[in-house]
């Protein structure tokens, strides 16, 4: 009986399908950035809209009337613009929450990566990802960046292109060109 002498190569990562490529980083990051400016308009729309109520209640009444602060009703449009304020960040906080999720699960794509033509897939057969894996997906997004964004780094490292979210997922993400 022989003894093994040493260690073997593992057999090689395998890639893709056939006619499939891995996205390039420089697609990746156009992406999250476009998708981050969409994001920071839609949150900042959102937040100006639930504000406008109150600043322009307050400005349009202060100069009619010289004991402004000490009407009842001023108290009441205050109550009720502060709420407005209060109901615009919780819905500002949803999107910014379910943004990436929402998109990666239907479909595989934010819109800044079908700008940049590339897709979150399974990384074991390539088939779309569900709400559980987009959730995780999303994260890992979070520990990929709290750890010096290490995790976002890793995915130069990785042959096959997977930052640390996609690790945790089981996803990787291929250019659809």
Excluded: K
Excluded at 136 to 147: E, N
Aim: aromatic share 10%.
């Amino acid at each position: 009986m022989a003894i093994p002498t040493g260690w073997q190569q593992p057999i090689g990562v395998a890639g893709p399908a056939p006619g499939v490529a891995f996205a390039s980083h420089g697609a990746r990051l156009g992406a999250y950035i476009l998708d981050a400016i969409i994001l920071c308009a839609v949150v900042t729309a959102i937040v100006v809209l639930s504000t406008l109520p109150i600043v322009g209640s307050i400005l349009g009444r202060v100069g009619d009337q010289p004991n402004y602060w000490s009407d009842s009703s001023t108290w009441a449009q205050l109550g009720a613009g502060i709420g407005l304020v209060i109901v615009g960040g919780i819905v500002a906080s949803l999107v910014g929450l379910v943004y990436f999720p929402w998109f990666w699960a239907r479909g595989g794509q934010t819109p800044g990566m079908r700008v940049a033509g590339i897709r979150v897939v399974r990384d074991r057969d390539g088939g779309p990802i569900g709400s559980g894996a987009a959730i995780l997906r999303l994260v890992g997004f979070w520990i990929s960046g709290a750890v010096l964004y290490l995790g976002y780094v890793w995915a130069l490292i990785d042959e096959r292109r997977r930052g640390w979210h996609d690790l945790l997922a089981g996803t990787c993400v291929i250019s659809t060109r």
